[in-house]
Nanobody, 124 residues
Framework: VQLQASGGGLVQAGGSLRLSCAAS????????MGWYRQAPGKARELVAT???????NYADSVKGRFTISRDNAKNTADLQMTSLKAEDTAVYFC???????????????????WGKGTQVTVSS
């Protein structure tokens, strides 16, 4: 399972950005997808997750401002970010809890499928 994130960039405080994550490969199932972020000098933290049944979970710091959505048919998960603040500046990572088939034909399940990060910078 491979994850490709896109949509980061530079935005002024109060602005909006939309991040997209697409899962590809020989996917058997995706239990949940999510977004995490890591600011300089800080640990990676959860931003939002969404299950296959569209149950969502948000960090308190983004509730009411960020919305995660998912298209199960396309294996994508988007993060709509509004009312951005300077403290939202971080590298954002897409994550999936999924099962797939490796290139060697093995069945593999992991909670640790990660995409390359995408930088979000909010200027104040």
């Amino acid at each position: 399972v491979q994850l490709q994130a896109s949509g980061g960039g530079l935005v002024q405080a109060g602005g909006s950005l939309r991040l997209s994550c697409a899962a590809s490969g020989r996917i058997l199932s995706i239990t949940s997808m999510g977004w995490y972020r890591q600011a300089p000098g800080k640990a990676r933290e959860l931003v939002a997750t969404i299950s296959s049944g569209s149950i969502t979970n948000y960090a308190d710091s983004v509730k009411g401002r960020f919305t995660i959505s998912r298209d199960n048919a396309k294996n994508t998960a988007d993060l709509q970010m509004t009312s951005l603040k300077a403290e939202d500046t971080a590298v954002y990572f897409c994550n999936a809890d999924a099962c797939g088939v490796t290139y060697t034909g093995e069945y593999e399940c992991s909670k640790d499928y990660w995409g390359k990060g995408t930088q979000v910078t909010v200027s104040s």
